[in-house]
């Protein structure tokens, strides 16, 4: 059918006006974050150490906001669906923002505060872009991207006005104020997603599923066939055996960073053990069920690889942040503001990218594959950080740096973000079998905490002696050192993706038409 006749579903307006207020309250408060913990929260930590403690805080809100997905995926596809999900986690989200405002002084509090914004965020943020792939059926299927792009220019509109304006409350009118402005705005999404509630379309929750993804990887794992060893099993054990040796290093990595290794290595070999012998669970189950396994399986290493994006992507909040308080600006701009680069960038890159670079590029006989829009765009990260880093040492040789700078690496990591973000949405929900929409979208964010995971292990690294006396022999700052560790971070993963996603079967899981 053509996109003549193809109809937009009546429900996207509440959606996408839901998303561009949740957006602005979520980055409202995450962009200011790291300059309310080094400016007021954290000022008891002694100064040296005060940056080390603030990155940490914050990549282990990411890490939270990005791990209850897999919560929200679950209650969605087996309990509630994703429309009482969604409501019920967004108002738990509401009180998250309220603590925020109420206890700016108290660590408990707003550490709280931090904790039931990740579980309603993350809890939410599979299920929203779910929902509305669930708005569309073949008929108009054709539509789904562009809305999915509709989706993610919504996200940056939000976004653009929270990094501009929230600083600037922050600075003038204080963190009660700059906390509670973006809990508004939440409440005011609630709200609009509300009012929708009788022209979505709602898909019921999956039934109790004898043979879902779960129980054919236990069969797989577990079955035996005469005369055969059992690897696959024992290779979960070994995943099994490191997670716990993991979680017993929480006194020195964190619980955060150890209880999420330990799910890391618990999901790499206990998936590698059962693609092993997956073929031992048919009999047990029906073939689609095994096949489905398998497709998920495939799925899951190109999310993993792109788990390096979200490295560095995040750490503009952080990191790049940092960079940006040494730097030379006019007195009024405050360094957070740089986040508004970002959505403007991506707002204007969307449009650009589909109606004059990409229609340029097949013009000249390169086919623009969403795989081919996502490797290249954890490449283009590196690249980021390579000219991230290569500043960073022009100033730890003195060099004064006009903030200016951070310009071009903002163009260049948010050129990869619209070619992975943008596209890994649309790519997640078309790829996941029906029964495990919610639950598939959970594992594409999860990536993201994967990815600050990372982050969190270089920062506890770099404080080795060990690795502290390496990076001296480089004759590298530690914060360069890092930068450019993480370039080739990424730039090794996007060759990778690259190699992989070249033997990768692309699916379509639309639902039929009515």
């Not at 509630?80 to 603590?99: A, C």
């Not at 292990?457 to 050192?481: D, K, M, Y």
Request: charged residues 10%.
């Amino acid at each position: 059918m053509s996109t003549i006749t193809a109809r937009w579903p009546r429900s996207i307006p509440f959606i996408i006006a839901n998303e561009a207020c949740e957006r602005f309250s979520f980055y409202g408060m995450r962009n200011i974050l790291t300059p309310f913990l080094m400016t007021a929260l954290l000022l008891s930590v002694p100064e040296h150490l005060r940056s080390g403690e603030a990155k940490d805080v914050f990549h282990s809100f990411v890490i939270g906001v990005y791990f209850f997905p897999l919560l929200g995926g679950w209650l969605a596809d087996r309990v509630l669906g994703k429309y009482r999900t969604i409501l019920y986690l967004s108002i738990i989200y509401v009180v998250g923002h309220l603590f925020l405002a109420l206890f700016e002084h108290s660590k408990e509090g707003f550490y709280t505060g931090l904790f039931l914004i990740a579980l309603g965020s993350g809890g939410i943020k599979p299920l929203v872009s779910a929902f509305m792939g669930d708005q569309f059926d073949k008929s108009n299927k054709q539509l789904a991207q562009k809305a999915f792009d509709i989706f993610y220019f919504t996200i940056n509109f939000g976004s653009f006005f929270a990094s501009l304006l929230m600083p600037l409350t922050l600075k003038y009118l204080g963190a009660a104020w700059a906390f509670g402005i973006p809990g508004m705005l939440m409440a005011l999404a609630v709200f609009c997603f509300w009012l929708g509630r009788h022209k979505y379309v709602h898909v019921p929750p999956e039934p109790k599923d004898p043979h879902s993804f779960l129980k054919v990887v236990k069969t797989a794992l577990v079955s035996k066939q005469q005369g055969q060893a059992n690897p696959g099993l024992y290779l979960a054990l070994v995943g099994g055996a490191l997670a716990l040796f993991s979680l017993s290093q929480a006194p020195t990595l964190g619980f955060v960073a150890a209880f999420c290794l330990a799910l890391v290595l618990v999901m790499g070999f206990g998936g590698a053990g059962a693609a092993l012998q997956l073929e031992r669970a048919r009999g047990h189950h029906p073939d689609a069920a095994v096949d489905g396994v398998r497709s998920v399986l495939r799925i899951l290493i190109l999310f993993a690889l792109v788990t390096p994006f979200w490295s560095l992507f995040d750490q503009k909040a952080s990191t790049w942040i940092l960079q940006a308080n040494e730097m030379s600006k006019p007195h009024w701009f405050e360094p957070a503001m740089m986040q508004a680069l970002n959505p403007l960038l991506v707002m204007l890159l969307i449009p650009f990218n589909h109606l004059v670079l990409f229609p340029l590029l097949e013009r000249g006989g390169l086919r623009i594959t969403a795989l081919r829009r996502m490797g290249a765009g954890i490449a283009f990260a590196g690249l980021a950080w390579i000219v991230i880093g290569s500043v960073q040492l022009m100033m730890d040789g003195g060099t004064v740096m006009s903030i200016v700078w951070q310009v071009l690496p903002y163009a260049l990591l948010t050129f990869g973000e619209v070619l992975v973000s943008a596209t890994g949405l649309e790519f997640a929900y078309s790829q996941a079998p029906a029964a495990m929409k919610g639950t598939i979208t959970s594992f594409w964010q999860l990536s993201v905490t994967v990815g600050n995971l990372w982050v969190l292990l270089a920062n506890n690294s770099i404080r080795s002696e060990s690795v502290l006396s390496h990076v001296a022999a480089t004759g590298l700052s530690q914060t360069a050192f890092l930068m450019f560790f993480f370039a080739g971070f990424a730039l090794l993963a996007a060759a990778v993706f690259a190699l992989y996603a070249r033997s990768y079967t692309m699916l379509d899981n639309y639902r039929a038409a009515v």
